[in-house]
Each structure stands twice: as structure tokens, then as C-alpha cells.
């Protein structure tokens, strides 16, 4: 029983950490931009598509870096084409936009990729099982540990320590202010929906060879993702990280112990947080969405 329980919460962090570089993404954007982006899933599902598509010309290796980039001129696109009529009107517009955007992206995968599942095999040099006490994980998920592991440090020191991520930070709360001191918003908004989408790409292109690279693998991410900025609390660096590894954690439990429930104790998790904690772990009040 041991051996199964710590095997799981190896997988449960894998998930969990997943799960945090999606939410990261969404929650920059929503945070900057003040999107609530449904379309952020059907980002993640072009990472793991142009992931796929790319493998056999530029190899693994290459993918994990050229994929996220193709996925966030995607949505340098959207943002330049679509989302910036919108600014500075009615809230509603921008969550309908980004909802007929999922749909419309979801198709278009249909469309050039056909909707049956295509398979995506981990690198060779990662193909087998490590075994560390009771312990048993497969090389690649630990990989997969590692690269969002290493990949919010680089979203944390350029939020922290880059005066574009000193810029982003401090629009997202008082944009106005930003604003008087000459800075372009409208580049600081394309650059951080890029780099929202980006990381929702790079966290396709890990997934794809766990979960099935289907147009639905959207729907997979998304709800996850609302779920973990919710319990970790908008604008929150670290609640997103440890709302993550909750999230994570339980469903990988749960799964093991108790599937019928593993699609279900996300939201009995929100519900239970936010019951205490209504802005969740970790919300702050910001003035610009009050």
C-alpha cells in the first residue's frame, strides 16, 4: 500500500505541476488583460499538436522550445486581430470572444488533424521506469518534474526581476498609473497574451505523451486550470503553485482510490476553499476588478 500512495503522489506532482504552468498562463493574462480566456485549453492543445507535427523534422529536443513560440505568435495574432477591439468594453464581450475562439480553434485542429487520437511517444532516452525505495515513476513523467519545475523559475525571475515583468505586474493592478508614465500598454497587453499562450503550448507539448492528442485534450486543461487560479487566488504567484499541487495530488489520489470521484473532488477542493477563503488561498484585493 505504501509503494502504491507514494507512486501516486510522484504522479499527483507531475499532474499538479502541469496543472500550474497552464494556470500561470491564464492567470497573466486575466491578471494584465482582465480575459478571462476560455480559449487558454485550446492553446494548450496546439502545443501538443504542433509538438506532434514537428517531432520528425527538428526531434524532441527542439520541440519544447519552437512549439510554445509557434503557439504564442498564435496568440500574438488573436490579441492583435481580436482581443484588442474589445479594451475598455463591457467585460462580457471578451469571455464570449474567447469562448467562440475555443470553439473555433478546437474545429480548426478537427479539421487539420483529423478527430481521432494521434499517438506521441516520449524520447527514446527517457522510455523506462525509475525505482527509488517504494517508489516506482517513469523516467518521463520525473523529466516532466523537472522542465515546469524549471520553467516557473523562469516565469518567476522574469516577472521579478525584468522590467518588462516589473511592467506587467504593476499594470495589473493600476494600469491607469502605467500608463502616465509613457509605457504603451497595448505592447505591454500583445506581449503578455503571448506569453500566456506560450506557456499554456509548452505545458502541451509536456502532456502530450501522457494524455491521448485529441482536439478534447482542450476540455482537459482548461477546467483544471480555472479551478487551480481559484483555490490559489488571482494575482497570487505562489497560491497558483500550491493550488496546483493540491489539485494534483487529490486527483492522482483519488484515481487510484476512488475513480468514480477523480473527475469530481477539484470542485469539491474550490468549493471547500473558497468557503473559508472566498478571494482562495492566497487572493489579493485588486482595485481595477472591484
Same mark, same amino acid.
Given at each position: 500500500?505504501l509503494?502504491?500512495?507514494?507512486?501516486?503522489?510522484?504522479?499527483?506532482?507531475v499532474l499538479?505541476?502541469?496543472?500550474?504552468?497552464?494556470?500561470?498562463?491564464l492567470?497573466?493574462?486575466f491578471?494584465?488583460?482582465g480575459v478571462?480566456n476560455?480559449?487558454?485549453?485550446a492553446?494548450?492543445?496546439?502545443?501538443?499538436?504542433?509538438?506532434m507535427?514537428?517531432?520528425?523534422? !527538428? %526531434?524532441?529536443?527542439a520541440i &519544447?522550445i519552437v512549439a510554445?513560440? $509557434?503557439? /504564442? *505568435?498564435v496568440?500574438?495574432i488573436v490579441? !492583435? %486581430?481580436l482581443?484588442?477591439s &474589445?479594451?475598455?468594453?463591457?467585460? $462580457?464581450? /471578451? *469571455?464570449?470572444?474567447?469562448?467562440g475562439?475555443a470553439l473555433?480553434?478546437?474545429e &480548426?485542429?478537427?479539421?487539420?488533424?483529423?478527430?481521432?487520437?494521434?499517438p506521441?511517444d516520449?524520447p527514446?532516452?527517457?522510455?523506462?521506469?525509475?525505482?527509488?525505495?517504494?517508489?516506482?515513476?517513469?523516467?518521463?513523467?520525473?523529466?516532466?518534474?523537472?522542465?515546469t519545475?524549471?520553467i516557473?523559475i523562469?516565469?518567476?525571475?522574469?516577472?521579478?526581476?525584468?522590467?518588462?515583468?516589473?511592467?506587467?505586474?504593476?499594470?495589473?493592478?493600476?494600469a491607469e498609473?502605467?500608463?502616465?508614465?509613457?509605457?504603451?500598454?497595448?505592447?505591454?497587453?500583445t506581449?503578455?497574451f503571448g506569453v500566456?499562450?506560450?506557456l499554456?503550448?509548452?505545458a502541451g507539448?509536456l502532456?502530450?505523451?501522457?494524455w491521448?492528442?485529441?482536439?478534447?485534450?482542450?476540455d482537459m486543461?482548461?477546467?483544471?486550470a480555472?479551478v487551480?487560479?481559484?483555490i490559489g487566488?488571482l494575482?497570487?504567484?505562489?497560491?497558483?503553485?500550491?493550488?496546483g499541487?493540491?489539485v494534483?495530488?487529490?486527483v492522482?489520489?483519488t484515481i487510484?482510490?476512488?475513480?468514480?470521484?477523480?473527475?469530481?473532488?477539484?470542485?469539491l477542493l474550490?468549493?471547500?476553499?473558497l468557503?473559508v477563503?472566498p478571494?482562495g488561498?492566497?487572493g489579493e484585493?485588486w482595485?481595477?476588478?472591484e
Amino acid at each position: 500500500m505504501l509503494e502504491v500512495v507514494l507512486s501516486q503522489l510522484v504522479n499527483g506532482l507531475v499532474l499538479g505541476f502541469l496543472y500550474i504552468v497552464i494556470a500561470e498562463g491564464l492567470s497573466i493574462i486575466f491578471g494584465m488583460i482582465g480575459v478571462v480566456n476560455f480559449a487558454h485549453g485550446a492553446f494548450f492543445a496546439l502545443g501538443a499538436y504542433f509538438a506532434m507535427t514537428l517531432k520528425p523534422v !527538428l %526531434g524532441s529536443a527542439a520541440i &519544447l522550445i519552437v512549439a510554445p513560440i $509557434l503557439v /504564442g *505568435l498564435v496568440g500574438i495574432i488573436v490579441e !492583435l %486581430g481580436l482581443m484588442r477591439s &474589445l479594451y475598455n468594453k463591457d467585460p $462580457l464581450l /471578451g *469571455l464570449l470572444l474567447t469562448f467562440g475562439l475555443a470553439l473555433f480553434l478546437q474545429e &480548426l485542429i478537427r479539421t487539420l488533424w483529423g478527430p481521432a487520437g494521434h499517438p506521441f511517444d516520449a524520447p527514446q532516452w527517457l522510455a523506462g521506469f525509475v525505482v527509488y525505495g517504494p517508489i516506482l515513476a517513469t523516467k518521463y513523467r520525473l523529466a516532466v518534474l523537472a522542465f515546469t519545475i524549471l520553467i516557473l523559475i523562469a516565469i518567476w525571475l522574469f516577472l521579478e526581476a525584468t522590467p518588462w515583468g516589473r511592467i506587467i505586474r504593476a499594470g495589473s493592478r493600476d494600469a491607469e498609473m502605467v500608463s502616465m508614465l509613457g509605457i504603451n500598454l497595448r505592447t505591454i497587453f500583445t506581449i503578455t497574451f503571448g506569453v500566456g499562450t506560450a506557456l499554456a503550448g509548452f505545458a502541451g507539448v509536456l502532456a502530450a505523451p501522457l494524455w491521448s492528442v485529441v482536439p478534447s485534450m482542450a476540455d482537459m486543461a482548461i477546467m483544471p486550470a480555472f479551478v487551480v487560479v481559484t483555490i490559489g487566488g488571482l494575482g497570487s504567484f505562489r497560491g497558483t503553485i500550491i493550488a496546483g499541487l493540491l489539485v494534483g495530488i487529490s486527483v492522482a489520489l483519488t484515481i487510484q482510490f476512488f475513480p468514480a470521484a477523480s473527475s469530481a473532488v477539484m470542485y469539491l477542493l474550490m468549493a471547500l476553499i473558497l468557503l473559508v477563503r472566498p478571494r482562495g488561498l492566497f487572493g489579493e484585493k485588486w482595485e481595477r476588478f472591484e
